[in-house]
C-alpha cells in the first residue's frame, strides 16, 4: 500500500499509517496482535475509500502487537483522541469515523464514552465495530483461564495489579498484568462489551454515548471466535437496539474473523456506510475564510441495512 507514514504523539508507538489525501478520514483499529496491515481487507477498503474521497488511517497504540497486556481500554483511546486532534490539526481532517476490529471494537466504544463531543479533536461522524466478539467468552474455552482469573484476582486484592501476572503462551506469548488480564476475561470486566451474558440494561449502560451515532454493525457470516453463529447474530441485534436508530446491522456472509475470504464484500459494506456520513466537503480555502470551520456534527446516518 503506498501512503504516509506519520507521528501523532510522544508514546514511541505512536505511529499512524495513512492512505489517500482527503479530509475525512477513517481510523482503523486492530484486536489483540494487531499492527498494521492487519487485516487483508485493508487494502481494497483504502481504494474503495478512495473513490469516495474518505482517508484510510491504520494506526499502532501502545497496546498494538504484544502491548496489549499492559495497557487499558482507557489508554488506546486517548492514544485515538491525540491521533484524532493530530488529524484535525496538522492533516485539515474535516470528520473521522472509528472502525474497530475484534477487541479494537472495545476501543471504538471506549472513544465514543470518553471523547465523542471533543472540540480539539476532528468531528466524529460514526463508527463501525467490524467483528464485536466477546473476549470473555473466548477466553472462557482456553483451559487455563480459570486459574489464572483465580490468580490475578489475588495479585489485585494485595495491591500488585500493575505486576506481570504471567505470560499467555499459547497465544503469541504476551506479558499481561493481573489488571488487564481481568479486564480481559473476567465477567463484567472493562472490556466486557459484547458477551451474551450482559442484560438489556448493561447493554444500554456501555452503549450510551453512541446513542444517535450512525454505527454500522459489521459481523462476519463464518465467524471462528464464537461458539453459536445464532448466538451471534442475536447479540449483534442486541447490540444494535442498544445504539437505537443510528444504528445497522450487516452480515457478510461466509467471512470469517477478518472478513478473510470476502474481502470486497466487507470493504463495500464499510465503504458504504462511511460514505453517507458528514455535509459536505469544505476546501482549505473555505475553512480559512470561515475561520477554520467546516467540520461540522455528523450530517448522516448510516447507510446500511439488515441483511
Not at 163 to 190: H, Q, S, V
Not at 278 to 300: A, F, H, I, K
Request: charged share 20%; aromatic share 6%.
Amino acid at each position: 500500500m503506498e501512503g504516509r507514514l506519520f507521528r501523532y504523539g510522544r508514546g514511541a508507538a505512536n505511529v499512524a499509517f495513512m492512505s489517500g489525501r482527503h479530509p475525512r478520514h477513517v481510523i482503523m483499529i486492530g484486536g489483540l496482535t494487531d499492527g498494521l496491515l492487519f487485516a487483508p481487507y485493508c487494502r481494497p477498503l483504502a481504494a474503495r475509500l478512495e473513490d469516495e474521497r474518505w482517508s484510510l488511517v491504520q494506526t499502532l497504540l501502545s497496546s498494538s502487537h504484544a502491548g496489549y497486556g499492559t495497557a487499558s481500554l482507557d489508554q488506546d483511546a486517548d492514544e485515538l483522541h491525540q491521533l484524532a486532534t493530530c488529524l484535525k490539526e496538522e492533516h485539515g481532517s474535516q470528520g473521522v469515523v472509528i472502525l474497530g476490529h475484534s477487541t479494537g471494537c472495545q476501543d471504538a466504544v471506549r472513544y465514543c464514552q470518553r471523547h465523542r463531543a471533543s472540540a480539539d479533536a476532528a468531528p466524529l461522524l460514526g463508527a463501525v465495530l467490524q467483528a464485536p466478539v466477546s473476549d470473555v467468552e473466548w477466553f472462557a474455552t482456553n483451559p487455563p483461564t480459570a486459574e489464572r482469573l483465580a490468580l490475578a484476582r489475588a495479585m489485585v486484592e494485595q495491591g500488585k495489579g500493575e505486576e506481570i501476572a504471567f505470560r499467555i503462551k499459547e497465544y503469541d506469548g504476551a506479558a499481561i498484568t493481573a489488571r488487564r488480564w481481568l479486564a480481559l476475561a473476567e465477567p463484567g470486566g472493562d472490556d466486557d462489551m459484547f458477551s451474551s451474558a450482559l442484560s438489556d440494561a448493561q447493554l444500554g449502560s456501555i452503549f450510551g454515548a453512541m446513542v444517535g451515532l450512525p454505527t454500522l454493525v459489521l459481523l462476519s457470516g463464518a465467524e471462528e471466535c464464537v461458539a453459536s453463529q445464532d448466538e451471534y447474530r442475536a447479540q449483534g441485534q442486541r447490540i444494535v437496539q442498544a445504539i437505537g436508530a443510528g444504528a445497522r446491522l450487516r452480515i457478510v456472509k461466509g467471512a470469517a474473523h477478518a472478513l478473510n475470504g470476502k474481502e470486497e464484500e466487507g470493504s463495500a459494506a464499510i465503504t458504504a456506510c462511511v460514505a453517507t456520513l458528514g455535509p459536505p466537503l469544505v476546501s482549505r480555502d473555505d475553512e480559512q475564510r470561515n475561520d477554520g470551520g467546516g467540520g461540522g456534527p455528523p450530517g448522516g446516518r448510516c447507510g446500511c441495512v439488515v441483511s
